[in-house]
């Protein structure tokens, strides 16, 4: 608990395509503080540097189940740049005033397709990850519930 993990990792998708992989090894603050999906925090709990986790996670532990909910078609007349692309991203709030992260998918007949899905989303992933450090957490870090420095989050 309230330790500073460093590892490099892998995600794939369930045909083996690497969705995301670690250039450089990435920090987080270990012990329940969600800087890291819960069940791969379980599987890192008590590792040590050079050990190798490999796990499966559902959509439920990843980035969530596919909602339809998160669909919306709006005309290219509600965004304030006429020149908007698929792909473009932009931030909404739902009724709950918690932000999220829009994609446009599609734009046809001036009306635009935006999901708030994750792009992942629905997707059962294999995360790989490879312990490269383990060290006691500052004070500081512990307090502000995220890693400083190298790797973590820079105020």
Partial sequence: MNTVVTMTYELRDSEGNVLEASADPVSYLHGGYDNIFPR????????????????????ADAFGDYDEELVQIEPVSAFPSKDIKVGMQFEGEDETGEVILYTITNIEDGK???????????????????????????????????????????H
């Fill in 40 to 59: 791969v925090e379980e599987e890192l709990h008590g590792k040590s540097v050079g050990d190798v986790v490999e796990i499966t996670l559902e959509p």
């Fill in 112 to 154: 635009a397709v935006v999901d708030g899905n994750h792009p992942w989303a629905g997707e059962r992933v294999l995360f790989k990850a490879t312990v490269t450090a383990v060290r006691s957490a500052s004070k500081e870090e512990v307090e502000h519930e995220h890693v400083h420095g190298a790797g973590g989050h820079h």
